[in-house]
Nanobody, 123 residues
Framework: QAQLVESGGGLVQAGGSLRLSCAAS????????MGWFRQAPGKEREVVAAISWNGDSTYYADSVKGRFTISRDNARSTVFLQMNSLKPEDTAVYYC????????????????WGQGTRVTVSS
């Protein structure tokens, strides 16, 4: 059974940092593209960052470029999102996602989703 489990969310002050993790199991996720999405209250879910199966390609939303970094450890079937210089507008539930095709992840039409982890940034 495919499963994506996020962790690392929490409450942080503006300017602070958090590192999200997503542990994948049940599929050969080391060969899948992975991504992070977020959904703020009253807003649609949006892509934050994506990474190809081997890490050679990455994508970032304009709103997080230069502040967030996506990475992966295929030996541990885990993908990370390092979030620095956090802003109140980064407050959202963050979701991990996976698909066999990188472009599909970027556009959000993925096969697998995690349950989400909440990030709250106070001003």
């Amino acid at each position: 059974q495919a499963q994506l489990v996020e962790s690392g969310g929490g409450l942080v002050q503006a300017g602070g940092s958090l590192r999200l993790s997503c542990a994948a199991s049940g599929r050969p996720f080391s060969s899948y593209a992975m991504g992070w999405f977020r959904q703020a209250p009253g807003k649609e879910r949006e892509v934050v960052a994506a990474i190809s199966w081997n890490g050679d390609s990455t994508y970032y939303a304009d709103s997080v470029k230069g502040r967030f970094t996506i990475s992966r450890d295929n030996a541990r079937s885990t993908v990370f999102l390092q979030m620095n210089s956090l802003k109140p507008e980064d407050t959202a539930v963050y979701y991990c996602a996976a698909d066999q095709i990188f472009r599909v992840v970027v556009y959000g039409r993925v096969d697998y989703w995690g349950q989400g982890t909440r990030v709250t940034v106070s001003s």
